[in-house]
Structure formats: structure tokens, C-alpha cells
């Protein structure tokens, strides 16, 4: 069973509770997903995997109340919460996608789906040539369990397929790139910024699903929007975890 799981939690330390808040009067950046991810051609099943603090009781109330199924499993170690949901549903196939994208292209997560038979591991950001919040990972089983096995560092724990991209040579890895390079752009939900620029998308564009395509021509006609988030360090997460790795290693040198 082809299955996408997205992690999702409420204690973000850059923008607390942002799964839960609104992009519309009547809807969430969590449910937005969710609807994009509905017109999906290939995803079998869709899971939200939640933590066992406290705070996320509101997700799993949310799941409750929209008749989604949803795992809750470690906070921190996010690889285990992935493999032991991704094995309590019996899925062979996982598509991995943050519960920060709510303008995810379902046409994006075909076009990589289609390629889980011939690969361990099939993504569009090892090089990045897609904008930030259009992202998709998928990984078979087989290969999940290998790597949660093998991953030991905070930031393969946390990042899930981070032990994939550091081991390349172990897996048969497959990489999307577009011909033009759009990396720059980006409406991932870190900050309120991305939030704001979010919600502009959604007012403006009323086709739905929205896809890559129609937000690069809504950018070509209000090339002002781009402006909302420009400021907004995508690499600030990733700094934080390799300075996670340096104290473990320093803790754990024989």
C-alpha cells in the first residue's frame, strides 16, 4: 500500500502552532493539505503522525473530527515515529511531506510516486531545484527499516531520510530536478511571513488543487508577493541540528 505520512506537531519553536492555523476563514494549513493531497492519483492512504505530548491533543482532535487516521509516537526521534506508523498500516510505500506545506502540488507527488517500483528512495531536494514547500520524499519499507536501524545522530532521528542523503552509495537514489532552477522561491510554513504570503496564494488563485504552475503565474502577474517572505532563512533548522550532531559526537567520543 502506497501511503503518505505527515508529521505534524503544534510546538514549533519559529511559529508555534502553525499546523493549526488559519489560511482561509475556514480552514487550516493542515486541512489545506489535506485537500491538496485529496486529488492525489496515487496515495492510497493518508496518516498523521503526531507526537504523545500533550500539546498535540489538538491534532489528534483534529483527526478525530475529520475522520483521519493519525499515530502518535516519539517527539524528537521522528524516524521511529515514521517506521513504526508507517508498520502499524502496513505501508510499502511512504511518501513522507511535513505537515508545513499546504500548497504541496499533488501532480508532484504522482510524478515521484511513479517511480517507487525501481527505487529505494525518490525525492525532489537532494539537489533543490523545486521552491520550498513543494518537496516530496518516498521510500520503501525495506529501506525505511534499514535506516532506522542504522541512524544514530540527532539530526538522522529528526530529519528521517537525513542518513540517505549523508549514505547515498547504500541506496538506489533517484532525484527530480526541474530544467529552470526555482529553489529561491518558496511558501513553506516556517515563519508568519510564509504564513502571510500562504494566504495570499489561497485568496488569489481559486482553482483547485493549486499547483506549481498556477502559483508561478500568479508570481508573474504580482511579482510583489515574492517580496512577503524574501527575508526568511531556510537553512536556520538545519544549523541547529549539525550543531545537535557536534554535542552528540562530543558526548560520545570514546
Same mark, same amino acid.
Given at each position: 500500500?502506497?501511503?503518505?505520512?505527515?508529521? @505534524?506537531?503544534?510546538?514549533?519553536?519559529?511559529?508555534?502552532?502553525?499546523?493549526?492555523?488559519?489560511? +482561509? #476563514?475556514?480552514?487550516?494549513? &493542515?486541512?489545506?493539505?489535506?485537500?491538496?493531497?485529496?486529488?492525489?492519483?496515487?496515495? %492510497?492512504?493518508?496518516?498523521? @503522525?503526531?507526537? +504523545?505530548? =500533550?500539546? =498535540? $491533543?489538538?491534532?489528534?482532535?483534529?483527526? #478525530?473530527?475529520?475522520? *483521519?487516521?493519525?499515530?502518535?509516537?516519539?517527539?524528537?526521534?521522528?524516524?521511529?515515529?515514521?517506521?513504526?506508523?508507517?508498520?502499524?498500516?502496513?505501508?510499502?510505500?511512504?511518501?513522507?511531506? !511535513?505537515?508545513?506545506? !499546504? &500548497?504541496?502540488?499533488? %501532480?508532484?507527488?504522482?510524478?515521484?510516486?511513479?517511480?517507487?517500483?525501481?527505487?529505494?528512495?525518490?525525492?525532489?531536494?537532494?539537489?533543490?531545484?523545486?521552491?520550498?514547500?513543494? $518537496?516530496? %520524499?518516498?521510500?520503501?519499507?525495506?529501506?525505511?527499516?534499514?535506516?532506522?536501524?542504522? @541512524?544514530?545522530? !540527532?539530526? %538522522? &532521528?529528526?530529519?528521517?531520510?537525513?542518513?540517505?542523503?549523508?549514505?547515498?552509495?547504500?541506496? #538506489?537514489?533517484? #532525484?527530480?530536478?526541474?530544467?529552470?532552477?526555482?529553489?529561491?522561491?518558496?511558501? @513553506?510554513?516556517?515563519?508568519?511571513? =510564509?504564513?502571510?504570503?500562504?494566504?495570499? *496564494?489561497?485568496?488569489? *488563485?481559486?482553482?483547485?488543487?493549486?499547483?506549481?504552475?498556477?502559483? &508561478?503565474?500568479?508570481?508573474?502577474?504580482?511579482?510583489?508577493?515574492?517580496?512577503?517572505?524574501?527575508?526568511?532563512?531556510? /537553512?536556520?533548522?538545519?544549523?541547529?541540528?549539525?550543531?545537535?550532531?557536534? /554535542?552528540?559526537?562530543?558526548?560520545?567520543?570514546?
Amino acid at each position: 500500500m502506497i501511503g503518505c505520512i505527515i508529521q @505534524a506537531r503544534m510546538g514549533s519553536s519559529r511559529l508555534p502552532g502553525k499546523v493549526l492555523k488559519s489560511v +482561509t #476563514n475556514m480552514t487550516s494549513v &493542515l486541512q489545506f493539505q489535506l485537500k491538496q493531497l485529496s486529488f492525489s492519483k496515487s496515495i %492510497e492512504k493518508i496518516v498523521i @503522525a503526531t507526537t +504523545t505530548l =500533550d500539546e =498535540d $491533543e489538538s491534532i489528534v482532535n483534529f483527526c #478525530n473530527k475529520n475522520n *483521519i487516521e493519525f499515530f502518535r509516537g516519539d517527539s524528537k526521534n521522528v524516524l521511529d515515529r515514521y517506521y513504526q506508523c508507517a508498520k502499524k498500516y502496513n505501508l510499502t510505500t511512504i511518501v513522507r511531506i !511535513p505537515s508545513d506545506k !499546504p &500548497l504541496i502540488d499533488p %501532480e508532484i507527488v504522482d510524478h515521484i510516486v511513479k517511480h517507487h517500483k525501481s527505487h529505494d528512495y525518490v525525492t525532489n531536494f537532494l539537489t533543490s531545484t523545486y521552491p520550498s514547500g513543494t $518537496e516530496v %520524499e518516498l521510500v520503501n519499507f525495506k529501506t525505511l527499516k534499514k535506516i532506522w536501524e542504522k @541512524a544514530k545522530l !540527532p539530526s %538522522e &532521528l529528526e530529519h528521517v531520510t537525513k542518513y540517505i542523503h549523508t549514505h547515498q552509495t547504500e541506496f #538506489n537514489v533517484l #532525484n527530480i530536478e526541474l530544467s529552470k532552477n526555482l529553489s529561491h522561491l518558496g511558501w @513553506a510554513v516556517d515563519r508568519i511571513e =510564509d504564513l502571510m504570503l500562504v494566504r495570499e *496564494i489561497i485568496s488569489k *488563485i481559486h482553482k483547485r488543487p493549486i499547483l506549481l504552475k498556477d502559483i &508561478l503565474e500568479l508570481f508573474e502577474k504580482e511579482p510583489q508577493l515574492m517580496e512577503i517572505n524574501k527575508n526568511v532563512d531556510r /537553512n536556520e533548522g538545519n544549523i541547529k541540528s549539525l550543531k545537535e550532531d557536534e /554535542n552528540y559526537l562530543n558526548n560520545n567520543k570514546k
